[in-house]
């Protein structure tokens, strides 16, 4: 009735392969990550801050990118820029898929976090002769770090899971690499089994490593 | 000398100032009384620049506060404030939130400023408390660091938007002593307050604002004895 015999040997042989395109992997959560915390602050500030034109286009992303798949946000990048004579490398595809997505996200996080902090922080700032860009860098900014970091450890988390759609755009990161060997040797569950280890360890050091970081960071 | 002349303030179609005129000499202490809503809090923000106005003028020691050409961070420097909401800085120890002004706003070394820091907390009372954040201080001592903080950047006059509404009773007394000690001590001060008691013992002058405009100005005396409008007499004996 159970007549599956598992093979774990070639698994285990291209294991080095695995963990190389795991660090891939890391990579291009990590480059989205950082890509998605600049756009992303900027757009909260957008949407805080003006009115017009600029507030529509950030208003604009921050809705594609919260309410339509990631997938689809990967293959706009793929096919979609395809069609229009613009071809991108997979790794490309991906990182500006997800990037788009994670920044869209965050701005939602940071504009949570600008809204948390009370005016009246600012005015006491401002009161002590505090230039604007002073204020903000040394007493609001601080704070609002405090808020999202926790959100934005989850964002980074999900950055990891995410980038695993790379598969479907040809980008051999980690699943690209799975699907790869799986499809290559048949032994389709033990590959999918191990990297989803994989991922488990990836994800498991980030949190641990945000939460030892958030000890040395905040001490209030 | 802060020298107001003709001052009006709206915000949006609502005028809350309706033409202040009113000056104070360095070494006095002012209080402004009057209802809630009354303008007198807006009055402060528009002295220190936070609020825009619509007319008339605000001169600090011969600059004009609303001018174009007006450097305001060094004009505030001059005027010191302390809110109802104390607005303690959460992220910075007690002796942080003292120092950082005279750091980055003064440029003093860092060892200046944790000099006039220590100094300053020790004037309001909070010599212990050099170490600790604001979320493990009560209200009536997060109220006292908001004032060293202010008196970090040495300022020539300090301008107190009701600093004691906000506090638990019992926490009111150490906030006005040190007010207090500060007028002892010469600063010009003017407080938004509601603590007649205080009002009455402490300052030279005491102003009454009723709905944007200042109705009477006088010694205590004459505000809390022989008040000459209906309106203050009334307001007086509804808060007494």
């Known amino acids: ?220 | 000398m802060i020298e107001i002349s003709g001052l009006e303030k709206y915000f949006g179609a609502l005028q809350v100032l309706k033409g202040i005129d009113l000056n104070v000499q360095k070494g006095e202490v002012l209080s402004v009384i009057g209802a809630s809503g009354s303008g007198k809090s807006t009055l402060l923000y528009c002295i220190n620049g936070l609020e825009p106005i619509q007319k008339g003028s605000v001169v600090v020691d011969g600059t004009d506060v609303h001018a174009k050409g007006t450097d305001i961070n060094k004009l505030r420097q001059k005027l010191g404030m302390v809110f109802q909401q104390w607005n303690s800085f959460p992220h910075l120890t007690a002796l942080e939130n003292v120092a950082l002004a005279p750091r980055i706003v003064k440029g003093k070394s860092k060892a200046e400023a944790k000099e006039i820091a220590e100094k300053q907390l020790k004037h309001v009372g909070l010599e212990d408390k050099l170490n600790v954040f604001p979320n493990a201080l009560s209200g009536g001592q997060q109220q006292r660091l908001a004032i060293a903080r202010a008196l970090a950047m040495e300022p020539t006059y300090m301008l107190f938007d009701e600093a004691t509404s906000a506090l638990d009773p019992e926490l009111v007394g150490e906030v006005l002593d040190t007010m207090r000690l500060l007028a002892e001590e010469g600063m010009t001060m003017i407080c938004v307050t509601h603590e007649m008691g205080f009002a009455r013992d402490v300052s030279d002058r005491v102003a009454f604002f009723h709905k944007g405009v200042m109705e009477e100005i006088g010694p205590p005396a004459q505000i809390f004895g022989q008040a000459e409008s209906e309106n203050t007499r009334k307001f007086l004996a509804n808060v007494r």
């Open chain 1, 1 to 220: 009735m159970f007549d599956y015999n598992f093979h774990w040997r070639p698994v285990l042989k291209s294991l080095p392969d695995l963990l190389e395109a795991g660090l891939l992997t890391l990579q291009v959560a990590a480059l989205s990550m950082i890509i998605g915390i600049v756009i992303g602050l900027a757009l909260a500030l957008i949407r805080l801050k003006l009115k017009g034109p600029l507030y529509w286009l950030a208003t604009g992303w921050v809705e594609l990118a919260r309410n339509t798949p990631a997938l689809f946000q990967l293959f706009f990048f793929g096919f979609g820029l395809g069609a229009f004579g613009v071809h991108l490398s997979p790794f490309l595809i991906v990182l500006a898929g997800l990037s788009f997505n994670c920044a869209g996200y965050l701005a939602e996080n940071f504009r949570g976090g600008f809204q948390a902090v009370p005016d009246t922080q600012l005015r006491a700032a401002r009161s002590l002769g505090m230039t604007s860009w002073q204020a903000y860098t040394r007493i609001i900014i601080p704070q609002v770090f405090k808020i999202v970091y926790h959100p934005v450890t989850n964002q980074m988390v999900w950055a990891v899971l995410m980038s695993s759609l790379g598969m479907l755009v040809g980008f051999r990161e980690l699943s690209g690499e799975t699907q790869f060997f799986a499809s290559r040797t048949f032994r389709i569950f033990e590959y999918f089994a191990v990297t989803a280890i994989i991922y488990y360890v990836i994800v498991k050091i980030i949190l641990v490593a945000s939460r030892l970081l958030a000890m040395r960071l905040f001490r209030y």
